[in-house]
């Protein structure tokens, strides 16, 4: 996985507007990012989400009956939907809307009139951040499925003697396994000779 190329088809975007023509022209300009859908409205946007479950979500604010921040907390609750990200669009320029935006789950934030080259841009990047996440994630599975085999004691031990991972699973090596092992202190878990 580390080493593989990542391929636009892969990626998956919503849009969220109640504009229609804003809707038309966001999807057009990020069509070749990936697979893009559309919907006009709050509860749509819950729905598709949790069907579809984008990598990124365009999220207008203002919209009628279930507004843009609702929509992201509805999403950031929802565990299909918590890791997309979510960028914002609005017409508003105070600070306000911007705290709140962040504040609410979103990780940027687009103002109207939209600049579709900067748009694309915040989507482009927010993608590749999600595919460096898959990278990391999958790397890190792989370590752990690789250390759980080695038939050693293997631990990382922070500057202050905390322990900070064990592959101890069974407590074979120590009266306690790698999760009762976390956060204790060498002298603690360790024989006095080898301590």
């Not at 559309?38 to 365009?58: H, S």
């Not at 031990?157 to 900070?164: I, Q």
Request: aromatic share 8%; proline share 4%.
């Amino acid at each position: 996985m580390l080493f593989s190329h990542h391929n636009n088809s892969h990626n998956k975007v919503l849009v969220v507007d109640d504009e229609p023509t804003s809707l038309l022209i966001m999807a057009e300009s990020l069509s070749d990012l990936g697979e893009i859908v559309c919907c006009d409205n709050g509860a749509q946007a819950i729905e598709k989400a949790a069907f579809f479950q984008p990598d990124v979500i365009l999220l207008d604010i203002e919209m009628p009956g279930m507004n843009g921040f609702e929509v992201c907390q509805k999403l950031k609750n929802n565990p299909k939907t918590v890791q997309s990200h979510v960028i914002f669009v609005t017409s508003h320029n105070e600070q306000i809307f911007e705290y709140q935006s962040f504040a609410s789950g979103g990780i940027d934030l687009i103002h109207k009139p939209v600049d579709l080259n900067i748009c694309r841009l915040r989507v482009q990047n927010q993608l590749k951040l999600k595919h460096q996440e898959a990278q990391i994630l999958a790397a890190k599975n792989d370590i752990s499925t690789l250390v759980a085999q080695v038939p050693v004691y293997i631990s990382y031990w922070s500057n202050t003697e905390e322990n900070l991972f064990s592959n101890d699973e069974t407590a074979h090596w120590f009266s306690k396994s790698s999760e009762q092992m976390l956060g204790c202190f060498a002298k603690d878990v360790l024989p006095d000779e080898l301590y």
